[in-house]
């Protein structure tokens, strides 16, 4: 039996790997990441914040990315990177959609706390595991690639942010 054809120099499993399992997740941030910046004039309006709340609600999902990070690294170093993975981007997921329902400045803080935490542990401990599945030497190629994703959900979220 011949090995899958390369493309790139990853084979089959590392395009489903860097695209549908860590691509899309990254695309998903990348989304979300840009989400109250597009949002914060309404959001400043709605709730009568001040600067320094509005940035608070911003930046606090960066704690929780670092936060995340370092907690979910020793997490799946114990557990498994896979299941790690999987419950973080069911988290994200959850946690975006109850932020985007919240009614104060308050609980989408925390909704975004926690949605940094899911993050912080899905992207590191996802690239991680994407390059441990990396041939050795193609290791950049595949991160650069599925970094790529990021960006794209960025571009996405502003092309739907444009006034019709």
């Not at 860590?22 to 009568?48: R, T």
């Not at 950049?140 to 690639?145: D, K």
Request: include cysteine; glycine fraction near 14%; aromatic fraction near 10%.
């Amino acid at each position: 039996m011949s090995p899958p054809p390369l493309f790139l120099g990853l084979n089959r499993y590392l395009w489903k790997l860097a695209v549908l399992g860590y691509g899309i997740g990254y695309f998903a941030d990348g989304m979300e990441m840009y989400l109250l910046s597009l949002i914060q004039e309404d959001i400043e309006e709605e709730w009568n914040m001040s600067a320094t709340d509005l940035g608070m609600v911003e930046g606090i999902v960066f704690i929780g990315m670092a936060v995340g990070a370092f907690g979910w690294g020793v997490a799946a170093d114990r557990l498994g990177r896979l299941p790690i993975i999987r419950f973080n981007i069911v988290m994200a997921t959850i946690l975006s959609f109850c932020s985007a329902a919240s009614r104060s400045a308050l609980v989408m803080g925390l909704l975004r706390f926690g949605f940094g935490l899911s993050i912080g542990g899905f992207v590191p401990v996802g690239g991680t595991l994407l390059a441990e599945c990396t041939a050795e030497g193609e290791e950049g190629i595949t991160m650069a690639l599925a970094g790529q994703f990021f960006t794209l959900g960025g571009i996405l979220e502003s092309l739907i942010a444009i006034p019709v």
